[in-house]
């Protein structure tokens, strides 16, 4: 079966020989926070695989597609080094890369703009993975709006990094309230967003159908689902939201099963779906042809 992984990062070589040191000189504290920590036990919680290293693993196991995803940068010079490091990296494999490009409102509205067209112009499907609340930048933020209205425009879907409000604490997490990404959704209807991992519960809320309602422009993805929820989830949110709303992305090279897996991949996460009872044709949405369609893949 097709596999689309519509949520993964990655870096230049340079970033993976020393990660703090490259974030330190770089003046990014908060994704060092995130992303070169150790666990309780002493193992990283994500590895920095080379291109070549990421496609080796996908042809390993099977994934066609990764969808590689921006950082949420506090810095704009280096959301534009990472798009031009990610337009490199498709022009090499245009046939198994696809990449949304990042940006920071702190660039102004007219840099915003001319980053957006480039991106589409290159060949990028998407801006993200984005979050305002790690990147210093009011919900209301001027640029913002017309970064999202734009990406509306262009037919960009816009990945953004949702925590769980109910979820537990860990070093660098940031608060993300539900309220603000509702009231995204209605403020620019016409911009497709993805709500990362299940949208911090987000999707569960869909019950509701003040909320259903809200949130019509609105798909979801399971970035990171094994560390945020245990393998009932993906039976409960397909309850309440259509197949159609939730793309599969595991937020690769993360290491998803910390106490029985040493390094990151796709095997146990792939397993969790197979358990989860879904039907073909469901599995094939979720795995692949809804990225495919939203992303045109
Ligand atoms: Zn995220």
Not at 139 to 163: K, M, R, Y
Request: with cysteine.
């Amino acid at each position: 079966m097709r596999i689309i992984d519509a949520h993964v990062h990655l870096y230049p070589p340079e970033v993976g020989l020393d990660p703090a040191a490259w974030a330190a000189a770089q003046g990014e504290p908060h994704w060092a926070a995130l992303c070169t920590r150790c666990r309780r036990d002493g193992r990283p919680v994500q590895t920095f695989p080379t291109v070549d290293h990421l496609l080796r693993e996908m042809d390993r196991q099977q994934v066609e597609v990764a969808v590689l995803q921006g950082w949420y940068w506090e810095k704009p010079e280096t959301c534009v080094w990472q798009n031009r490091f990610f337009a490199e990296c498709r022009k090499a494999h245009p046939d198994r890369l696809a990449a949304f490009a990042t940006l920071h409102p702190a660039a102004g509205p007219a840099a915003v703009q001319d980053e957006i067209r480039w991106a589409r112009d290159a060949g990028f499907c998407g801006l993200g993975e984005l979050s305002p609340h790690s990147q210093h930048c009011r919900i209301d933020d001027p640029v913002l709006a017309v970064a999202l209205e734009l990406a509306g425009v262009s037919g960009l879907p816009v990945n953004l990094h949702v925590t769980d409000p109910t979820g537990r604490n860990y070093p660098g997490r940031v608060d993300t309230p539900l309220e603000d990404f509702r009231r995204l959704a209605r403020a620019f209807p016409r911009t497709t967003f993805i709500f990362a991992h299940w949208g911090g519960g987000l999707a569960l809320l869909e019950a509701n159908p003040d909320i259903r309602d809200d949130l019509a422009n609105v798909v979801y993805d399971t970035a990171a689902s094994p560390l945020i929820s245990d393998e009932r989830i993906w039976r409960r949110v397909l309850e309440v939201v259509p197949v159609g709303k939730v793309l599969f992305g595991s937020d690769h090279p993360l290491v998803l099963y910390p106490k029985t897996e040493s390094g990151p991949g796709w095997h146990g996460i792939l397993a969790e779906i197979d358990r989860a009872g879904l039907s073909r044709e469901e599995k094939a949405l979720l795995l692949a042809g809804n990225a495919a369609r939203l992303l045109r893949l």
